[in-house]
């Protein structure tokens, strides 16, 4: 019973939680980007330009952040870069497209900008590509 009001959690406890934070995010925001990418590839390129950038690099960009960056995300690899393109996106999405739109509307972008938000500044975590691929010491240290 008194671990369930502890105010500090396990390293162990953490990194499931960043796991399953990565995996969250990058899953949800794929099934928005996967359509979108196919869409892409079939050459239809006709998108809204809500920042004045052009409605193709609009899309394109769109397509990197919830495809691309979705993916990386999800593996964990070059997650806090990746979270960067997945902010800058779905900051547009809430405060610009959705912006006259009811809360309801807005709040699963607002929630994936808070969730991309959380990983930029947590990192990925143990169990990811990029905790694979570090091979500094402090890495392999327990909190």
Partial sequence: MNKLFASTPSASAVHVGLLLLRLTLGGLVLTHGFPKFTKLLSGDLGFMDPIGLGAEFSFILVVIAEFLCALLVLIGLGTRL????????????????????EFGRKELPLLFLLLSLILLITGSGRYSVDAALDKSPTSRKAW
């Avoid at 800058?88 to 739109?101: G, K």
């Fill in 82 to 101: 990746a979270a960067i393109p997945l902010i800058i996106n779905f900051t547009v999405i809430f405060f610009i497209v959705h912006s006259a739109d």
